[in-house]
Nanobody, 127 residues
Framework: QVQLVESGGGLVQAGGSLRLSCAAS????????VGWFRQAPGKEREFVTA????????KSADSVKGRFTISRDNARNTVYLQMNSLKPEDTAVYSC????????????????????WGRGTQVTVSS
């Protein structure tokens, strides 16, 4: 069983930055790819970014490329999402998710691929 806890959300002005953390309670964290998804009110959940189990491969949605960076520290069982140049349209609940993968380069982009989810953290960007 994998438990994921997000932190770091909050209220920020447009153009500002936030760093989210996703802490996992599992001994074999290095066996899991981790993704970030977000859901705004009245909208469907959407993929933001993800990292392979090793951190060597990442993928990001076009809407966040160049602004958001995902990284991981397997020794600390934590994945980070650095968000810069935030826009009001980035306002959403951000959730991290994990899935065990056999290949070190696998980076799932669809929510259905992930088996473990955190509860999410609210990010609000004011204009």
């Amino acid at each position: 069983q994998v438990q994921l806890v997000e932190s770091g959300g909050g209220l920020v002005q447009a153009g500002g930055s936030l760093r989210l953390s996703c802490a996992a309670s599992v001994r074999t964290f290095g066996s899991y790819a981790v993704g970030w998804f977000r859901q705004a009110p009245g909208k469907e959940r959407e993929f933001v970014t993800a990292t392979s189990r090793s951190g060597g491969s990442t993928k990001s949605a076009d809407s966040v490329k160049g602004r958001f960076t995902i990284s991981r520290d397997n020794a600390r069982n934590t994945v980070y999402l650095q968000m810069n140049s935030l826009k009001p349209e980035d306002t959403a609940v951000y959730s991290c998710a994990a899935v065990a993968t056999g290949l070190t380069t696998t980076v799932p982009e669809t929510a259905e691929r992930y088996g473990y989810w955190g509860r999410g953290t609210q990010v609000t960007v004011s204009s």
